[in-house]
């Protein structure tokens, strides 16, 4: 079992900035995947960004984030950060932890509870 305890979310004015992180405890795979999801209001969890044990990460196709957040993680602290800058109301979003354990040919996958983001004047 991996336990997932995500931070840093909030209320931020638009064009604020957050940092959210993520403490990854339990069995984690030696290669592992951490990512962010967010869920906006009525409509379906969907990829925010992703990072590999090596450093190597994807973001979301769409133009909604590239160039306004960045992940990051910190593989002794078994933490991922998702920095986002220039944050919109459409920003707004519950956002969540996942990270995929990876061993041999088995990936399971955990989740973390989520965290409320809020971008409002």
């Known amino acids: 079992q991996v336990q997932l305890v995500e931070s840093g979310g909030g209320l931020v004015q638009p064009g604020g900035s957050l940092r959210l992180s993520c403490a990854a405890s339990?069995?984690?795979?030696?290669?592992?995947?951490m990512a962010w999801y967010r869920q906006l209001p009525g409509e379906e969890r969907e990829l925010v960004a992703l990072?590999?044990?090596?450093?190597?990460?994807?973001?979301a196709d769409s133009d909604s984030v590239k160039g306004r957040f960045t992940i990051s993680r910190d593989n002794g602290k078994n933490t991922v950060h998702l920095q986002m800058n220039s944050l919109k109301p459409e920003d707004t979003a519950v956002y969540f932890c996942?990270?995929?354990?990876?061993?041999?040919?088995?990936?399971?996958?955990?989740w973390g509870q989520g965290i409320q983001v809020t971008v409002s004047s």
């Open positions: 996942r990270i995929d354990n990876i061993r041999m040919t088995i990936r399971t996958v955990y």
């Open positions: 339990g069995s984690i795979a030696s290669f592992n995947v």
């Open positions: 990072i590999d044990t090596n450093g190597r990460t994807n973001y």
